[in-house]
């Protein structure tokens, strides 16, 4: 019985100490999404309830900090598919809804955001 409980020991540290940190590039990006998300003041729909884009950015960090532990996480992409387009428990997506403007699904307005971030760093690179 002691074998097996020092196993398991074993396996669950090598897992925990296998999860790979997010990328510092990654990060960065991230960060400026959930700011963006912040200051836009848009509503941010979870589960068919409507919440403040600072409430939002709590509820997907905390998600980015679960899965980041997981090691699941590697690039803005995979944050926003995983843990900002739809409810873990229900699976329904969630909404973004900014002024009068229609609701939409929170991936998409995040990889507009994510395009808009990127936008320079393309225009500088293209005219070196």
Request: proline share 4%; glycine share 4%.
């Amino acid at each position: 019985m002691r074998f097996f409980t020092i196993l398991l020991l074993t396996l669950y540290f090598m897992h925990a100490s296998s999860a790979a940190p997010l990328a510092p590039p990654a990060r960065t990006e991230i960060d400026a999404l959930m700011v963006k998300l912040q200051e836009s003041r848009c509503e941010f729909s979870r589960n068919g309830l409507w919440y403040s884009a600072a409430e939002a950015k709590s509820h997907l960090l905390r998600k980015l900090e679960y899965l980041e532990g997981r090691g699941e996480v590697q690039s803005t992409e995979q944050f926003i598919e995983l843990a900002a387009s739809k409810s873990s428990l229900s699976g329904q997506p969630y909404r973004v809804k900014c002024a009068d403007a229609a609701s939409l699904e929170s991936a998409v307005w995040l990889y507009g955001e994510l395009k808009r971030l990127r936008a320079p760093a393309r225009a500088a690179a293209t005219s070196k």
